[in-house]
């Protein structure tokens, strides 16, 4: 293709082609101080459906080695989401020498804690504020459980902010590094935080997992304890390829919820919810 | 077609077996008709099921909220005699669905949960819950 | 005539999660269906053995065979036991 | 070296002759398994390459695409054992066709293959009890357009397509192995007169024979489709020459009309894979060239190639499937209910 770009994000290589210079051009900023793969794992590629949609009102359409039908084009403006888009839709249908989690992951001492939940739930805006605090930011989407050993393996894309969490991420880390600020996506305004390099610098080392916590926002502060049978149907549903990756999936889920104790917490405000984390944490 | 593995000897920690030696002269129930003792996990993008068990069910709903819950499942005035406060939280599909089997509300004594579980039984259309009930009385989907 | 299948068990609080190695599903099973499960072995039994066994096992309250059989159909439906 | 070859071609080596595979660099695997992977033969690679020399990357690559083909396998099979196991009351013999046959059989043409709907023949007279049954347990209708429904049951070789609510499989229940509308008919009683059991026990599950089963790979590429993933239909092929010979093959084509497509099929494989075919066989007519252009029409980044091959082949495969005037009105239909689709 005429633009190509790659990358290594914790265990997994991507490579992006494209139609156009500008949304490789920001991925080779942002992602300026992660590795290249030798031979990717999956491919993405932007381009244009039709040859005139290169120029003229440019619409970028995303495929790649796997492919949800009828994903609408983004406009050029919204190239960097595209290949964001690619590279998750590649993880979450491709994936299979892991056990992908939709959730949030940090790590402090050694251990990692899990934020699973649905969207909105403020997974990537926690692990943000967290890495703010000293914690090492793992990723803010997907969670990688090695089935053979159990332990969590780093996945720090790029964080996906939205709307007001923006200006609280930007408020608690006015020094790091973002991308350009996308409005009126299809999901809102969106603003891509770059993973500190302390975050980048331990990608590769897989910790084992030491608390699962289920966060809703928007109610009065609030954990109680969720029991095994809850945690694995929620984890099921909270992966992607639990059901691909058969028998392995089954004992890596089952080892998690026999071993890692969980919890839902509901908070009220972000401030609220990083005091709960940091006392449950304690707590262990 | 030859589809059958024998079950090796497992020496996962959580590896465990069916065995019925530890439950001999156990309570068993067979549980109500309609309510389903076997839930398959479905891939996550096409989610129906598995979410039944965490659908919720509050008792009684919020538009009846403090109000006292009869033996009959009727709701009835705080403080009537014979009947039960309300529940401190909303009940999860799945626990819904054991109690439906023979099972008990978690929290609840023998006879509060007869009450709790005729309340639900008695969920009308449109009332906060009936949707999480409905489901899950359909026969698996 | 009814047989369990090939299974990888664990338990979790109320509920049995089962992976069923012939077809690749994971099912969560709540009583009594674990208990029918394990009566019947992969050896398979009767409709009527497993009634017997059961009642020889468990102090089943409510027991009536019709309900029985209905439990073992979900079982089948979910592909857990083979009929012969 | 890998620069030479390229597109499919630089597949169809390495699958003939998994060693060219020690010489890639990491652009050469790169292209390889990204063609692979679009051709979904990733599996079948797989399975060739392995305990071969190769780049770490590419070697955890592809043991989880080996993976995620042993899973698949899994599925396909328990689709088919429970479709056996609904169907068995009905005393029909119930033949698995295509990949599932490969896989519950045993055959070469199985090993690593990536299989996804279950394709099943039935005798055409009892093809609604079989779709009762099948209803009856709870597979649905896929598409609720009643024109497709029609259409389906006009002119094609099979039902509508089912999926099972539960576990999301798709099921195709053929009659035949061509739509009515295809100006060759098979001898679909010929295909259910000789297929084989899986076992002996009653109501087991049966396969085409040897012969018939190469026939329906090869009127499947050639007469079912666009060519649109064409080099693993040639792989099975190959595969089921390899196992099987080709002793009475001509005779089998011929009776049902597919000679032309089958000796075509081998020659094409013979090219690609180097099948074992006869001398006599092998020459070349004026459409091969063509064919073969568009079977290994791929670029390293696993897209299509050459889009006016492509576009003759569209209009071709339609072509071969309906009458010009049924042409016209299924395009017609196929259009207005398309509506608007921006551009």
């Known amino acids: 293709m005429r633009h190509a770009f790659s990358v290594r994000i914790g265990p997994v290589g991507f490579r992006i082609g494209s139609d156009w210079r500008a949304p490789v051009a920001q991925l080779e900023t942002l992602y300026a101080d992660y590795p290249k793969p030798e031979i990717p794992d999956f491919t993405v ?11 003229v009102r440019p619409s970028v359409t995303i495929e790649g080695d796997f492919v949800l039908p009828d994903a609408a084009p983004l406009p ?3 190239g960097l989401l595209a290949a964001e888009m690619g590279m998750n839709l590649q993880m979450a249908l491709g994936q299979r020498r892991f056990l992908l989690l ?25 692990a943000a504020l967290l890495s703010a605090r000293g914690w090492r930011l793992m990723g803010d989407e997907f969670a990688l459980v090695d089935p053979a050993t159990g332990l969590v393996h780093a996945f720090p894309r790029l964080v996906s902010l939205k709307n007001t969490a ?15 600020l996308m409005a009126g996506t299809p999901k809102g305004d969106i603003r891509h935080l770059v993973p500190d390099a302390a975050a980048v610098a331990a990608m590769n080392e897989p910790v084992p997992p030491a608390l699962i916590l289920f966060p809703s926002y928007g109610f009065e502060a609030e954990s109680r304890a969720v029991p095994e049978s809850e945690v694995f149907v929620r984890l099921t549903q909270a992966s992607t390829n639990y059901v691909a990756i058969g028998e ?13 104790p969980a919890r839902a917490i509901d908070y009220p405000d972000t401030e609220s919810a990083i005091a709960q984390v940091e006392a449950l944490w304690a707590a262990l | 077609m030859s589809d059958e593995t024998p079950e090796p000897a497992e020496k996962a920690p959580s590896e465990e077996t069916l065995g019925t030696g530890a439950t001999r002269r156990r309570a068993l129930m067979l549980g109500a008709a309609g309510a389903a003792a076997v839930v398959s996990i479905r891939p996550a993008l096409a989610q129906t099921n598995a979410s039944l068990l965490t659908c919720e069910i509050p008792v009684p709903d919020p538009g009846r909220a403090g109000k006292y819950v009869a033996a009959d499942g009727s709701v009835v005035a705080p403080g009537t005699s014979g009947a039960f406060a309300p529940a401190g939280r909303p009940f999860k599909g799945f626990e819904v669905k054991q109690a439906l089997g023979g099972g008990q509300l978690p929290g609840t004594t023998y006879e509060q949960n007869q009450a709790y579980v005729n309340y639900i039984r008695k ?19 | 005539m009814a047989r369990a299948e090939s299974l990888r068990i664990v338990h979790l609080d109320a509920f049995t999660a089962i992976y069923h190695r012939a077809s690749g599903i994971t099912h969560l099973l709540a009583s009594p269906a674990p208990e029918i499960l394990a009566t019947l072995g992969e050896a398979g039994l009767s409709r009527a053995d497993l009634a017997a066994k059961l009642a020889a096992q468990y102090d089943m309250a409510d027991f009536d065979a019709a309900a029985l059989a209905e439990r073992l159909d979900e079982l089948v439906v979910s592909g857990l036991v083979a009929t012969a | 070296m890998g620069g030479v070859v390229k597109g499919g071609r630089l597949l169809a080596r390495a699958l003939r002759d998994p060693a060219s595979v020690t010489t890639l660099d990491a652009t050469g695997w790169t292209a390889l398994l990204q063609i692979a992977r679009a051709e979904q033969l990733i599996g079948t690679l797989a399975a060739r390459v392995q305990g071969l020399k190769m780049p770490p990357d590419a070697a955890r690559i592809l ?13 396909a099979l328990w689709e088919a054992e429970v479709a056996r196991r609904v169907l068995k009351p009905l005393g029909v013999p119930v033949i698995l066709l295509k990949g599932t046959a490969f896989l519950a059989a045993g055959l070469k043409a199985g090993v690593g293959r990536s299989v996804g709907d279950l394709d099943l023949l039935v005798p055409r007279e009892r093809i609604g009890d079989v779709e009762a049954a099948l209803l009856a347990a709870g597979w649905e209708w896929v598409k609720p357009d009643p024109y497709d429904d029609a259409y389906y049951r006009r002119w094609m070789h099979e039902l509508p397509p089912l999926i099972h609510r539960e576990r999301d499989r798709m099921i195709d229940v053929h009659h035949t192995i061509l739509p009515l509308t295809a100006r060759i008919t098979p001898d679909a009683q010929a295909l259910i007169a000789d297929s084989l059991p899986f076992s002996p026990e009653p109501g087991a599950l049966r ?3 040897p012969s018939d089963m190469l026939i329906h790979a090869a009127a499947h590429l050639f007469a079912d489709g666009d060519l649109a993933g064409g080099m693993r239909n040639l792989w099975d092929v190959h595969c089921l020459i390899e196992e099987f010979g080709v002793a009475g093959l001509t005779q089998r084509a011929q009776h049902h009309g597919l000679w032309r497509e089958v000796a075509r099929a081998a020659r094409l494989a013979h090219e690609l894979y180097d099948t074992p075919i006869p001398e006599t066989w092998r020459i070349w007519d004026s459409g091969d060239p063509l064919y073969m252009r568009r079977l290994t029409a791929r670029d390293g980044w696993g897209r299509r190639t050459r889009p006016l091959t492509r576009f003759g082949f569209y209009v071709r495969s339609h072509w071969l499937r309906m009458p010009p005037a049924m042409l016209a009105r299924h395009l017609w239909t196929k259009w207005r209910n398309q509506g608007a689709v921006g551009d």
């Open chain 1, 76 to 78: 050029l403006a919204q």
């Open chain 1, 248 to 260: 392995r999936g089954f004992d890596a889920l089952t080892r998690l919820v026999k071993t890692v």
């Open chain 4, 207 to 209: 396969t085409l024979s």
């Open chain 1, 102 to 126: 939709h959730a949030s992951a940090v790590e402090r001492d050694g251990r990692a804690l899990l934020m699973a939940g649905v969207s909105g739930a403020g997974k990537s805006t926690l």
């Open chain 1, 166 to 180: 923006i200006g609280v991420v930007e408020a608690a880390l006015p020094n790091a590094r973002y991308g350009p």
């Open chain 2, 123 to 141: 969920l009308q259309h449109g009332t906060s819950g009936f949707t999480c009930f409905a489901s899950l009385q359909m026969p698996r989907g």
């Open chain 1, 45 to 55: 590629r932007l381009f244009a459906a039709r040859p005139w949609r290169r120029f």
């Open chain 4, 63 to 75: 043991t989880d695409a080996a993976a995620s083909i042993a899973q698949q396998r899994i599925a």
